[in-house]
């Protein structure tokens, strides 16, 4: 579905999830759920949507609209390619990864 984005990859344990967010560079939420998946050592792929080519974002954006319906608000969580959570709300994220503590 996104095989041309230029995504980061994070090492980690993935806990058998497939975990995709895209953010924004300049967003305080964005970087506060990045960083809380390293500390949890999660792995996962990302990518900052306003640091690609006009044409890439556009074309993210509309396939994201298309396949889950939900509107476009960062950090933009996926999980094994059917669960969506935007924003970041730590106790939702723990909940959909599992990583209750």
């Not at 080519?53 to 319906?69: A, I, S």
């Not at 933009?76 to 994220?93: A, R, S």
Request: charged share 25%.
């Amino acid at each position: 579905m996104f095989d041309t984005v230029p995504f980061t990859m994070e090492e980690g344990n993935s806990g058998g999830h497939d975990i995709t967010v895209f953010a924004l560079s300049t967003c305080g939420f964005c970087k506060r759920a990045l960083a809380y998946l390293k500390e949890r050592n999660v792995a996962f792929r990302y990518v900052y949507m306003d640091l690609l080519p006009e044409d890439k974002k556009q074309e993210v954006k509309d396939t994201l609209r298309k396949t889950f319906q939900n509107s476009l608000l960062y950090p933009y969580l996926i999980v094994d390619g059917t669960e969506v959570i935007t924003g970041f709300v730590k106790e939702k994220w723990d909940e959909l990864l599992g990583l209750q503590a």
